[in-house]
């Protein structure tokens, strides 16, 4: 009998219907470390707020300048949920850019590698040429950075 992968995504909250494209959590090494007991809940869940800030930045679909807004209306837009597609790119971007920066010069490689292009961590580590079992310990206190970047309550 064959064996196969159950392929678990992740919904958002907006559009609990339509999964979100990428991230497939029965594969992502940080949810493996967090099941495993590896990662805190506030870690686990900088490492999801990176992710998703990683891949609003990679936006695809219309990302040029909407004209007929400001043809049509001719009054300023509101608060955040009336901006356009390549601005909320541009958002995650600078959100991703920060996160990343506060996780510290020396963690943001293990840090992206590993959270969001979903590499191993003993992969990262022979890459970067640390000691093995290093790489835990980095992405735990990176992602402590990380939840304190997004002010993510916890432990």
């Not at 990428?22 to 869940?45: C, I, K, M, T």
């Not at 990683?54 to 004209?67: C, H, I, K, L, Y």
């Not at 300023?76 to 920060?98: D, I």
């Not at 961590?121 to 079992?133: H, S």
Request: contains cysteine; positive net charge.
């Amino acid at each position: 009998m064959a064996k196969t992968k159950q392929r678990r995504t992740k919904h958002s909250a907006s559009s609990p219907a339509q999964p979100k494209p990428g991230v497939n959590l029965a594969e992502s090494p940080v949810s493996w470390l967090y099941a495993r007991g590896h990662l805190s809940r506030r870690q686990f869940d900088a490492g999801e707020a990176l992710r998703n800030d990683w891949e609003r930045a990679q936006f695809d679909g219309m990302t040029t300048m909407n004209w007929s807004a400001m043809i049509d209306s001719g009054q300023r837009r509101g608060p955040a949920e009336h901006l356009e597609p390549s601005e909320y790119a541009m958002a995650a971007r600078r959100r991703f850019e920060e996160a990343l920066a506060a996780a510290g010069r020396d963690m943001n490689d293990l840090c992206w590698r590993v959270v969001c292009a979903c590499e191993s961590i003993p992969t990262v580590e022979k890459d970067l040429g640390w000691p093995a079992r290093s790489g835990k310990l980095v992405l735990r206190m990176a992602l402590d950075r990380v939840a304190d970047y997004y002010r993510i309550a916890g432990e």
